[in-house]
T-cell receptor, first 121, second 112 residues
């Protein structure tokens, strides 16, 4: 089974420029997440999609960040304009509902992609 | 506001020793507690997870201990190996289908 794909793997931009990241989740996974991981920190949720609808975007800086998941499959995350503090690894994850009757402890595992490392100069 | 607090920040263990990482949380609505392992240049990968209806879960050399009353949980790595050297994150969510709240991570180094 192919994992979560992300591109590009690395991106260097000047502040105030725009940048876009792409994510292709595991086939059949309805839920897609974008996390921001600043160096030395744990990942922090930016936005969560269920199919092509937004479930949670409460921590997304909407003045500069936007995300979409057209057709409920691939997703793009955009930053415009970028700031120095946006330098981080942007992780995409996907999950599928736990199988019914999975028993005690059945749960949706989030599978992460390799991330895109963004450096803003 | 950090919803999950993790310690220590870094840990050095000799090969064959036991690595112990601790986490604490405040939100009693959390119902799912996974541990993720991350190698440099890779995304986090699920290692083991527990729900609060059990106090311990073991998978191979990895064990989660859970103390609901203290709102704490820990990861024990038995017979630690150099290949276990990685960053470990604890996390919590109100349900497994919801976003994870991660700790700050523990950098583990297992020396030969």
């Amino acid at each position: 089974e192919a994992g979560v794909a992300q591109s590009p793997r690395y991106k260097i931009i000047e502040k105030r420029q725009s940048v876009a990241f792409w994510c292709n989740p595991i086939s059949g996974h309805a839920t897609l997440y974008w996390y921001q991981q600043i160096l030395g920190q744990g990942p922090k949720l930016l936005i969560q999609f269920q199919n092509n609808g937004v479930v949670d975007d409460s921590q997304l800086p909407k003045d500069r960040f936007s995300a979409e998941r057209l057709k409920g499959v691939d997703s793009t995350l955009k930053i415009q304009p970028a700031k120095l503090e946006d330098s981080a690894v942007y992780l995409c994850a996907s999950s599928a509902p736990a199988p019914r009757g999975g028993g005690q402890g059945a749960h949706d595992t989030q599978y992460f992609g390799p991330g895109t490392r963004l450096t803003v100069l | 506001q950090q919803q999950v607090k993790q310690s220590p920040q870094s840990l050095i263990v000799q090969k064959g020793g036991i690595s112990i990482i601790n986490c604490a949380y405040e939100n009693t609505a959390f119902d799912y507690f996974p541990w993720y392992q991350q190698f440099p240049g890779k995304g986090p990968a699920l290692l083991i997870a527990i729900r609060p209806d059990v106090s311990e879960k073991k998978e191979g050399r990895f064990t989660i201990s859970f103390n609901k009353s203290a709102k704490q949980f820990s990861l024990h790595i038995m017979d630690s190996q150099p290949g276990d050297s990685a960053t470990y994150f604890c996390a919590a969510s109100i349900n497994s289908g919801y976003a994870l709240n991660f700790g700050k991570g523990t950098s583990l180094l297992v020396t030969p």
